[in-house]
Structure formats: C-alpha cells, structure tokens
C-alpha cells in the first residue's frame, strides 16, 4: 500500500500521469562499489505565493499553487499543493486530493478557497475550504481534509548532494548522470525545499516498446519524498 500511496502522491504533485505500456519490464540493480555522490547546486524555488514562471508575487487562489508546506503540529509531516491537487504526508500514510477551485475570497487578512473535491476510488468527492491566515512565513494553512495546521516550509541553504548513482544509471536512462541529478535537484527544489539531498532506490522500470525508462530517487527530507525521473528516448522530466 505504501507503494502504491507513493505513486498516487507523485502523479498529484507532478499532475501528470506516465502510462508505461504493455511489456514493461523491472530490474533491481544491485549495490556497485565508488558509487558516486555529485554534488548539485539547489536552484531555489520561487517563494511561497510567487508565480514559480516569473518569479513576482501571486495573488488569490494562485498563491498556493506550487508551494510546499510542514505541520505545524509535527515538523515531519509535509503538504504540496499544486493547481488541481494536494499531496499530504503525515503518520506514514499519504493522502492525494484532486479538486477545482472556486472564487476565492479575502477578509481580515485571511485568504478562504473553496474547493470541489473530486471523488476517487471508495473516497466520495464534495466541497471543502483551504484558509491561509497571516502574513509571510507566519501563515498558517488549515482545511477539514487534513489532519493538521500547515506552516510554509523553509528552504535549506548551501549544495544539493545525489548519492548513490553510478554508470548504470547512466545506461539503464540513455542521459547523463549529470543531467539526471540536476533533473532530481530541480524537482526537489519544487516538491520538497528543505531537502538538502536524495539517494537513487537502484530499481529501473523499463518499456521497450516505448523507449520509456525511469527510476525513483528518495529525498532526505522528513516524509521521504519520492522523485520519479522518467527518460522517453534520454530526453528526462522529473516527478
């Protein structure tokens, strides 16, 4: 179940969905003496309620998009929110929500959206409201469907590291490891900011027919955020 929890979070931080077709094949690559460990310099992402394209200050609904947040409550739990989902992770369990955002509305300094809730599975969809209130890293985000009050999660400071990778990896995804780490960097800067490392799962899922490889990284932040780098032919997208 944990797995499958993973997969489910990845697709509703990323929103998009990879269909690897018929006659994937799995393999587990085993441990490789002087794996190396590269050093990758984090691009920061924009702040939290900035537009991540250009940078400037979001407003309304759009503030949340694209912001990670840690619980108030317990510093180990993590929320992301992108347009149309948010991921939380708390008590080793993730939950995914898909939504559609109604009119937001302001009063008080407080920002209320109110979401319709897509039902999936044997979960049954309906509104809910996302409420952020203060200003700046003293926000606090509170909504039904979580367990907990979120505060904006800080960003580390200093280099992002990749242990663990080797010229397997390389191989098994046609691109350079280089290229590879940068992909897991950016996409930790994205979903996860206070992470200041991953290690690669050595574990590589491939379709031949679709020329489709990729393989999942595990981030050093408190919920072990998981990063699936997808290479379609060398040419990678992280999620």
Do not use: H
């Amino acid at each position: 179940m944990q797995g499958k929890s993973r997969v489910m979070a990845a697709v509703a931080a990323s929103a998009l969905t990879v269909a690897l077709g018929a006659g994937a094949a799995r393999c587990a690559i085993a441990p490789q003496e002087g794996a190396q460990d590269s050093p990758q310099e984090q691009e920061q992402p924009a702040a939290a309620g900035a537009d991540v394209a250009t940078g400037k200050a979001a407003s309304g609904a759009e503030a949340l998009w694209n912001t990670a947040w840690t619980g108030a409550d317990d510093p180990t739990a993590t929320l992301r929110i992108v347009e149309g989902a948010m991921v939380e992770s708390a008590g080793g369990t993730e939950r995914a929500w898909f939504f559609s955002a109604e009119e937001p509305s302001e009063a008080g300094g407080a920002l209320s959206v109110p979401i319709e809730v897509k039902g999936t599975g044997d979960k049954a969809g309906g509104l809910s409201l996302i409420q952020v209130s203060g200003d700046g890293d003293k926000r606090t985000l509170a909504c039904d469907l979580l367990t907990q009050a979120y505060v904006p999660q800080k960003a580390q400071d200093g280099a992002f590291s990749v242990t663990g990778t080797d010229d397997r990896l390389s191989e098994a995804l046609g691109a350079d490891v280089a290229a590879i780490e940068e992909a897991v960097a950016g996409k930790a800067a994205e979903v996860s900011p206070q992470a200041t490392g991953a290690t690669w799962d050595k574990e590589v899922w491939l379709d031949y027919a679709g020329n489709v490889a990729s393989t999942t990284f595990t981030l050093d932040d408190p919920a072990s955020t998981a990063v699936t780098v997808v290479s379609r032919g060398g040419s990678l997208e992280a999620m």
